[in-house]
């Protein structure tokens, strides 16, 4: 593995970390633009669509950068592996364990983001709900790493970011537009338990055309519980 | 042999409990028939008689030629239709006939599974087909494999695609066909879906040969019908008439009112017919000027002394409530069509601008969902809206009809038991 | 240099199960789709002959910008 020491690495590494969590945090926000409906008149929904795809591959091209800079630079020992797997780096054990972590998380949402044709529509949207914990893991990753993240400016825009993040994930939770109730899955975890049939039961009902029957048009028919699980 | 013009056909035996399958070989005896058995099918012109009226060779002969070495053979038995009792009725008297044609269709597509569907809510049924299912086991290894299975009963869990859906995937919700003939698929064989009655007609001509099914029926729709009579009906009766047959002998038949107001035909995603259309044979072909259909074999027969509004208010409610919320123009479609009804019938506001409205959504909404559900729907809000023209005036000048201000209703629908269903109050 | 005519037609289409009224495809072939009262999208039912390049570039860019990708385009071969 190219192992160079310079400062500029480091500098680089710093600065393409900070733009990538601006980037992210940016990325998230515009996606939840998307799934609460805004945009129509001055902009259109599409363009805030379009602007969260292409935003994010920007961000992913400067992740890529700063994890790149990072693993390169042999001031601290930090290998290619700890940049996917977790606790693996000698230097800030935690904090690069966690970069590791939401560095697996968003790969994961843009290969799924990627597959979209190929998967299912739900596995799609469930690995979407990953980008949440990702981008709270990226920032408390840039918190605890960032040289720059304790005091000033690095501390304005951290801090400015958690808060576009979590606002975002409130009016995510919260104003999620009407879909009717949800969908009416018969899951077999929503459906009634079958019932225990009586091999006694006599059988009942009309046996002849004219013939009247001896119960109703619909004996039983009591409902399954409804599935309430929002899909 | 059972004589031809003889009735019934379908529900022929002694009543009492359902025949076993002893009894059933002894009053059916089997005859050869004169040709292979697809071109006695093809030659009986069969049609399906869950409601799409879909001859039932065509459909046997478009899997046939399907690739797949697991096919399935889905006998619907559901009754999603609160109006219909035919499928309970024809298994609580005969579920080796049903079997039987089922058994037969399977051979034809080349299926090695036959799954026998019906709703778990009806533990008699479940019980005289598990009974059935055993006897057959017993009887022979050979053939494809008889499964029985019980998903929960709701309106729109009979439809086709949703109960290939549940015996797929455990989900009773309808899936989307981009192209139609589409083939249904049972984890990726083809699988072909049909209705008890059809399956049972199947059987009938098996054994006595496209001949003697044509001999009862019209020339374009051969052989019996079940119809399942509710409403102003004496007792609530399932009743075997051949196709043509005029609905007025099929109400004596019934002991129904004999001259009823109106006529809900196909089930609650069908039309009403006026009551003035009575002597109508009851075939397709005669009724679609009408702009109705035989359907699922349903017929609700409406008094003089009900409102048709209401009851079709009180319908469309209901339907909107089934509605499985996939698809946004059924999920909000249909509950506003029920306000928009509902409105009408109440209250007198704005019922020109309402009414308007009532018609723009109805086109709107038809044909916009993944299956069937909201267009029977509509069909059924506008054939009220023409059918019950004269009272819609009369509620709209604020002078509404007598039954519409009691709390007796005729047609029957579920109660909703949930509080959470009713979401559109 | 002459354009290749194309014959036959598409039809741009929905899959309604998937679709969740983002309202895109509305603004992304506005000639093509238009939105009921609900949001969800009502789709021209006729088959577009292949020739109107435009009404094809929109369509396909509305089958692309759906977040639901709910959308596809059928081809229509000719009639006459």
């Known amino acids: 593995m190219l192992a160079i020491t310079t400062p500029y690495l480091w500098y680089t590494s710093r600065a393409t970390g900070m733009v990538a969590m601006i980037l992210f945090t940016l990325v998230v926000t515009l996606g939840t633009f998307v799934a609460n409906r805004i945009g129509g008149t001055i902009v259109g929904r599409f363009e805030i669509n379009e602007l969260h ?14 994890i790149l800079t990072t693993v390169v630079d042999s001031y601290v020992s930090t290998g290619l592996i700890s940049a996917f797997i977790p606790m693996t780096s000698s230097y800030k054990r935690v ?25 299912k529509n739900q596995t799609w949207r469930f690995i979407h709900w990953f980008s949440w914990l990702g981008v709270t893991t990226s920032l408390v990753h840039g918190f605890l790493t960032g040289s720059d993240a304790r005091h000033g400016f690095g501390l304005i825009l951290v801090g400015l970011c958690t808060l576009a993040v979590v606002s975002a994930a409130l009016w995510r939770f919260l104003g999620r537009p ?12 929503a459906a009634a338990p079958a019932p225990r049939l009586n091999p006694k039961l006599t059988p009942s009902g009309p046996r002849r055309p004219g013939v009247p029957t001896s119960s109703g048009p619909f004996p039983r028919n009591p409902r399954p519980p409804q599935s309430k699980a929002r899909r | 042999m059972i004589d031809a013009t003889a009735l019934p056909r379908l529900l022929h035996g002694p009543s009492g409990r359902p025949l076993t399958l002893e009894q059933h070989e002894a009053l059916f005896v089997s005859q050869t028939p004169a040709q292979s058995i697809a071109a006695e099918l093809q030659a009986s012109g069969l049609t399906g008689r869950g409601g799409a009226a879909f001859p039932t060779w065509r459909k046997a002969e478009f899997i046939a030629g399907q690739r797949g070495h697991n096919k399935f053979m889905v006998v619907n038995a559901m009754e999603g239709e609160p109006g219909s009792h035919k499928d309970r009725t024809l298994l609580s008297a005969n579920p080796h006939l049903v079997l039987d044609g089922a058994e037969i269709l399977a051979s034809l597509i080349g299926a090695k599974h036959i799954a026998i569907c019906v709703a778990r809510d009806n533990p008699t049924v479940v019980n005289h087909l598990k009974r059935a299912v055993h006897e057959r086991e017993r009887r022979s290894l050979r053939g494809p494999k008889l499964e029985l299975h019980t998903p929960p009963w709701r309106y729109v869990a009979g439809e086709e695609s949703a109960l290939v859906h549940w015996l797929d995937d455990n989900e009773s919700l309808p899936q989307y066909r981009a192209h139609r003939p589409h083939v249904l698929r049972i984890s990726h064989n083809p699988a072909m879906v049909d209705n008890t009655e059809t399956c049972a007609n199947v059987g009938l001509i098996a054994r006595f040969g496209a001949d003697w099914f044509r001999k009862l029926g019209t020339a374009e729709s051969p052989g019996t019908a079940l119809v399942s009579l509710t409403g102003a009906v004496a007792n609530q009766a399932v009743v075997e008439v051949p196709l043509g047959t005029p609905i007025s002998t099929i109400l004596a038949r019934a002991n129904a009112d004999p001259r009823p107001q109106a006529l809900l035909l196909g089930g609650y995603g069908g039309s ?14 005669f009724l679609r000027p009408l702009g109705a259909t035989v359907g699922a074999g349903i017929m609700v027969v409406l008094p003089r002394s009900a409102c048709g509004l209401v009851e079709t208010q009180r319908i469309v409610q209901w339907m909107a409530n089934e509605s499985a919320r996939q698809c946004g123009p059924c999920a909000f479609g249909l509950p506003s069509l029920a306000e928009d009804l509902t409105h009408l019938v109440r209250t007198t506001r704005d019922a020109e601008a309402v009414l308007r409205r009532l018609h723009e959504r109805c086109g709107l909404i038809e044909g916009r969902g993944a299956c069937h559900h909201p267009d029977g729907v509509v069909q059924l809000v506008r054939s009220a809206l023409k059918v019950f023209a004269d009272d819609l005036r009369q509620h709209m000048s604020g002078a509404p009809c007598a039954p519409s201000r009691s709390n007796q209703h005729v047609v029957k629908v579920p109660t909703l038991e949930h509080e959470e269903e009713q979401m559109w109050e | 240099m002459g354009v ?24 992304l072939a506005p000639d093509l789709v238009r939105t009921d009262e609900w949001g969800y999208p009502i789709v021209v039912a006729v088959p577009v002959p292949l020739s109107n390049l435009g009404a094809l570039a929109s369509a396909r860019y509305a089958v692309r910008g759906c977040p639901r990708k709910a959308m596809h385009i059928e081809r229509v071969a000719d009639e006459s």
């Open chain 3, 4 to 27: 290749r005519r194309k014959s036959g037609g598409f039809v741009l289409k929905v899959n309604p199960i998937l679709c969740d009224g983002y309202g895109h495809c509305a603004e």
């Open chain 1, 178 to 189: 009407a879909r009717a109730a949800g969908r009416t899955a018969l899951s077999p975890l």
């Open chain 1, 95 to 119: 904090p690069v364990a966690l970069g590791a972590v939401a560095f697996d998380l968003i790969l994961a949402v843009w290969v799924s983001s990627l597959l979209k044709l190929r998967i």
């Open chain 1, 53 to 66: 795809r292409s935003l994010s591959i920007v961000a992913i091209v400067f992740l890529g950068l700063h």
């Open chain 2, 272 to 285: 009403w017919i006026s009551g003035q259309h009575v002597d109508t044979p009851y075939a397709n072909e």
